[in-house]
């Protein structure tokens, strides 16, 4: 599985941007999908995940401001991004994996290290 991610760019804090992810296969419901980023010098943390099942994972820190969603017939997964913070410029990148249970994807968004197989190129997202 390959996954290409898009929608990055600048924003101003406060403002918004949708960030999508596009398979070269199908990860309808074989995998669990997630969005993670990276601040350079800083490890990869979790942001949102689906689980296999369909529910969803957020990192505590989001404070409901991002969305994830999937859409199965377009075989893309978004994050959609709200109320962005400076604190928020990172890289983000798009993940799959196979046979991650919802605890575990869970588990990861709190800080579990995280073991995706396949992962995107990233895509830059700068809040000023």
């Known amino acids: 599985v390959q996954l290409v991610e898009s929608g990055g760019g600048s ?5 918004s941007l949708v960030l ?21 010098g800083n ?12 529910r ?15 859409d199965n017939a377009k075989d893309t997964l978004y994050l959609q991004m709200n109320s962005l913070k400076i604190e928020g410029t990172a890289m983000y990148y798009c993940a799959a994996t196979s046979g ?15 073991e995706y197989q396949y992962w995107g190129q990233g895509t830059q997202v700068t809040v000023s």
């Open 100 to 114: 991650m249970t919802y605890l575990q994807a869970l588990a990861v968004m709190r800080g579990s290290p995280v």
């Open 20 to 40: 999508s992810c596009a398979p070269s296969g199908s990860i309808a419901d074989a995998y669990c999908v997630g969005w993670f980023r990276q601040i350079p």
């Open 56 to 70: 969803a994972t957020y990192a505590d820190s989001l404070e409901g401001r991002f969305t994830i969603s999937k």
């Open 11 to 15: 924003a101003q804090a406060g403002g």
């Open 43 to 54: 490890e990869r943390e979790g942001v949102a995940s689906i689980a296999q099942d369909g």
